[in-house]
């Protein structure tokens, strides 16, 4: 039997996105995009995943693909159902992560008259998007086949080539938009002989051997040299980059968003105390020579700052991508090569230097006098902010993800949760720093079958509340501990607190709503924190549960900034009285 054009051209298209490793597929109801939905449901391969709110959609599928790193396909209608794709697309594109965005259009003869749910969608994401293809109106015409399957197989490499990030395909379809999607042979126009029409292969980027050697022998002469490890997909590097560390005798601060602050390989070289560090007057004045950087700039605004201080020093930036990722607009050098060849290659000749030098003995003494502050500050029984995360790194089981919501809990994440030996995949948002979508893509990573947990403050959790039916619609397991200081817990860090006529109104913006009834409305199981006890309970029950569980931690937000610098000056005043007197020497 022949098929219809229609079945023919979006059977090809799907099937040629599934030989190019798209298992996923989250689409959002309308009708336009009947034929990809429909075909989509029906190819044997790829899995739909339904969201009826397209910006909650467009987030859980930015969760999925930042875990299994490969493309997600997004699907919605035309209209304004693919503008709240946006924040997603945005998102995806400074922290490189792929995305398949899939819009359904009018054709060509509907657009720019008057017709209902036709707006201009072409280059509708701008230069948010590695690469934006108007596709062809449906054809059977054996060339439109091979150019369907070759434009499928483009956009996927697109995707994840280099500097991986979102692409966008404008797909317009005339009625009728049902397709023969039960037909034997739905997805076998054009399909290559073995499986894929169109494959792809790339290779990771490195520099000759000349050129570690050359850098491998600069950095055999630094004394004060530092490794820094910002948030970024490099896992397959950290072996790589604490054994150059070793090498050169250089300390790693690492980010949380680091592969380095947890899992298996070695530590002993690892600041994770690096903020509560940077913010003593002591520390500060510590000039390295060499700042060597994997990943994107930390979280860390005092390593900003410090870095701006010291605005002499050498600074190389390694990044896997086309990126330029220096906020600082440092001098240096910028290294585009994959992470684990650049460490190896630069380490391999060097003999392993003492690592007691006194510039790596002051990093290391530091952060244990950092590390014993907190250990100490956060026995108190209030409930202090900070406090959750250094609970969570004794509490979160083995091979488990833990999502982090920005604003206040990214900053006492890389504060309070300290390195240790389990698997836990530290993720966040942090390409655009924003607090939409925040629960979907915690769920989109729960999708991937990692155990999940996600903390967020109260104005994020609201602002992405839709997020929370994916739990009911697809019977995902997330455990949500949720951060209530009654509104925007880090503008009271901020000048803007200064001015108390208008702090409350336009920053603090309390919003006074039960989340208990919120929780209810998702069917999860909601819990209010009465101790620390308590806590500790009801996270290992909810943790090993099932469905939705909210963990409702009410804190005060004035008192939650004085706990906080109270913090910051007993480390600042314990680095004094145990380095002040050294430095002075």
């Keep these: 039997m022949t098929l219809d054009p229609l079945t023919a051209y979006v059977g090809a298209f799907i099937d040629e996105l599934s030989e190019s490793d798209v298992r996923d597929v989250v689409i959002s109801p309308g009708s336009r995009s009947t034929p990809l939905a429909m075909m989509f449901a029906q190819h044997p391969d790829i899995k739909v995943w339904l969201s009826v709110d397209e910006r909650s959609a467009a987030f859980f599928a930015l969760g999925m693909a930042k875990m299994e790193e490969r493309p997600v396909a997004l699907v919605c209608t035309s209209g304004t159902a693919a503008a709240n794709y946006y924040p997603a697309i945005i998102e995806a594109s400074i ?96 399909k290559g002989e073995n499986g894929a029409y169109r494959s792809f292969t790339s290779g990771k980027r490195h520099l000759s051997e000349a050129e570690y050697t050359e850098m491998a022998n600069v950095l055999s002469g630094v004394q004060r040299g530092l490794i820094v490890c910002g948030p970024g997909q490099y896992r397959h590097a950290t072996h790589a980059i604490t054994e150059m560390a070793a090498a050169f005798g250089f300390p790693i601060l690492a980010d949380p968003l680091s592969p380095l602050r947890t899992g298996a390989h070695s530590k002993e070289l690892v600041i994770e105390h690096y903020d509560a560090v940077l913010k003593s007057d002591i520390v500060k004045e510590w000039q390295p020579q060499v700042v060597i950087r994997f990943g994107a700039m930390p979280i860390s605004k005092a390593f900003f700052k410090y870095v701006q201080q010291h605005h002499e020093t050498d600074v190389w930036i390694v990044d896997e991508g086309e990126d330029w990722r220096d906020p600082a607009h440092s001098g240096g050098r910028m290294i585009y090569a994959d992470s684990e060849q650049f460490a190896s290659s630069v380490s391999r000749s060097v003999p392993i230097r003492d690592q007691s030098s006194e510039w790596t003995t002051k990093w290391l003494e530091a952060n244990s006098v950092a590390h014993q502050e907190k250990q100490a500050f956060v026995e108190t029984n209030v409930f202090f902010e900070g406090k959750i995360f250094s609970r969570l790194e004794e509490l979160m089981p083995e091979n488990t993800a833990l999502f982090v919501g920005n604003s206040m809990p990214i900053r006492d994440l890389d504060s309070f949760f300290g390195k240790n030996e389990k698997d836990i995949q530290l993720v966040a948002n942090r390409g655009a720093n924003g607090i939409d979508g925040v629960i979907s893509s915690a769920f989109g990573v729960a999708a991937t079958g990692k155990k999940t947990v996600l903390v967020i403050g109260d104005l994020s959790f609201y602002h992405d509340m839709n997020g929370l039916l994916a739990s009911k619609m697809h019977e995902l397991d997330l455990t949500i501990v949720l ?55 009801a996270f290992a029950k909810s943790v090993n549960g099932k469905g939705l569980h909210v963990l409702e931690v009410q804190t005060n937000r004035d008192e939650n900034v004085q706990l906080h610098r109270e913090y910051w000056s007993r480390v600042n005043n314990a680095l004094e009285n145990r380095l002040g007197m050294t430095d002075a020497n």
Excluded at 153 to 162: D, K, Q, S
Excluded at 494 to 512: A, R, S, V
Excluded at 514 to 531: D, I, K, R, V
Aim: glycine fraction near 10%; aromatic fraction near 12%.
């Design 95 to 190: 922290s490189h992560v792929p995305l398949l965005v899939l819009t359904a259009d009018r054709p060509h003869e509907l657009r720019d008259v008057g017709a209902p749910q036709a707006i201009d969608q072409i280059g509708m994401y701008g230069k948010y998007v590695k690469w934006f293809h108007e596709m062809a109106l449906p054809e059977i015409e054996a060339g439109v086949i091979r150019y369907v399957r070759s434009t499928a197989a483009r956009a996927c490499a697109v995707a994840t080539h280099g500097k991986k990030g979102p692409v966008h395909l404008n797909l317009p379809f005339r009625e009728p938009l049902v397709p023969d999607y039960k037909a034997p042979d739905a997805f076998d126009y054009g």
């Design 483 to 537: 951060v209530n200081n009654s509104g925007g817990g880090i503008f009271s860090f901020l000048p803007q607190y200064k001015h108390p006529e208008h702090f409350e109104n336009l920053f603090g913006t309390p919003i006074g709503i039960s989340f208990e009834q919120s929780t209810a409305l998702y069917g999860g199981e909601y819990h209010l924190m009465s101790s620390w006890n308590d806590f500790d309970e």
